[in-house]
């Protein structure tokens, strides 16, 4: 299964009309690329809020309100370019209205056979929580795409161990990572806790980014990262863990990921995260005792 992976640009489209083109320019060229899912990035949805007036869309909660007007022409819009295209797609997220002035930060799966799925952010990094108006999710969620079973975890929590590791307990061989970082570190955050998981799970994880500059954005303002597929750094597979990263130019980063691969390289493995996990829940480690050195 081929995965396509987004370093995609930040913009100002005028009018949703605008950004409809974009994404349909994009996605193309990942079915171009024969990519059978294309994965955009996290908070793309605030990318509509410069189709609003300056006092909008220089404010994270006016923008929030008002991109809310877009969710069904959003939905209707990847809904019918996965069927067109013949592709999956992860629309990056939604900042959606869950109702009270609570949001969810969601990334909806678009199937190409007309279905609909999503994941809700679970962990809130320090910026969300600041907004004081976004919540983190309740459910951990495992999809089937052409009989792989596929996870979502966004941004922040590819950094967290114990949700993914029950996905891929669930069968999950491939994450998908919709992301947005605005620094040097989160951007290499992101990327260790990709490398990780990856390793410890034998799986592939497949992560997008954001690029670019938008000073009209309060959340959109600086993007830092490259879009990446990764795998677990065992034989048969890239001693840097790395299938596919873009370089610094934005566009797609694109990778064969075959779960057959990863059934090849446990094989031969030469270590066994995945399957010696259960060893670091023993009794005796759990908790450490302290003591003196005689």
């Given amino acids: 299964m081929k995965v396509a992976v987004a370093k ?6 005028a009018r949703f009309d605008d950004f409809a083109d974009k994404q349909a ?5 990942a079915a171009a690329l024969g990519a059978r899912i294309a994965v955009l990035p996290e908070y793309l949805s605030l990318e509509l ?12 909660h006016a923008s929030l309100a008002a991109i809310q007007r877009h969710r069904a022409a959003w939905c209707d819009l990847y809904a019918g370019l996965a069927r067109a295209l ?25 199937t190409a056979d ?20 976004i919540d983190g999710g309740d459910a951990l969620k495992v999809f089937y795409l052409d009989g792989v079973r596929v996870g979502i975890a966004i941004c922040y929590d590819i950094e967290f161990p114990l949700p993914v590791r029950a996905q891929c307990e669930a069968g999950a061989r491939l994450l998908l990572v919709p992301s947005c970082t605005d620094t040097a570190a989160g951007a290499t955050r992101v990327r260790v806790g990709a490398l990780a998981r990856a390793l410890e799970n034998r799986a592939f994880v497949a992560q997008a980014v954001t690029a670019g500059e938008a000073p009209w954005s309060p959340a959109l303002d600086v993007n830092t990262g490259e879009a990446t597929v990764y795998a ?30 990863l059934a ?23 908790q450490a005792r302290v003591e003196a050195a005689d």
Wanted: charged letters at 25%.
């Fill in 86 to 110: 013949d592709l999956h797609v992860v629309a990056g997220t939604f900042l959606l209205d869950a109702g009270d002035g609570r949001h969810r930060n969601r990334a909806d799966l678009f």
């Fill in 264 to 286: 090849d390289s446990r094989a031969q493995a030469q270590v066994a995260n995945d399957r010696d996990w259960p060893g670091q829940l023993a009794p005796g480690l759990r």
């Fill in 232 to 261: 677990p750094m065992d034989a048969g597979l890239p001693a840097d863990g790395l299938l596919s990263v873009t370089d610094r130019a934005s566009g797609w980063a694109c990778a064969d990921c075959d779960p057959q691969a």
């Fill in 25 to 29: 320019r994009w996605l193309r060229e």
């Fill in 49 to 60: 809020g410069a189709t609003f007036a300056p006092a909008v869309r220089g404010d994270l």
């Fill in 8 to 13: 995609y640009p930040i913009d100002a489209p």
């Fill in 114 to 133: 007309g279905g609909h799925a999503w994941q809700d952010k679970l962990q809130l990094t320090g910026f969300e929580k600041r907004t004081g108006v």
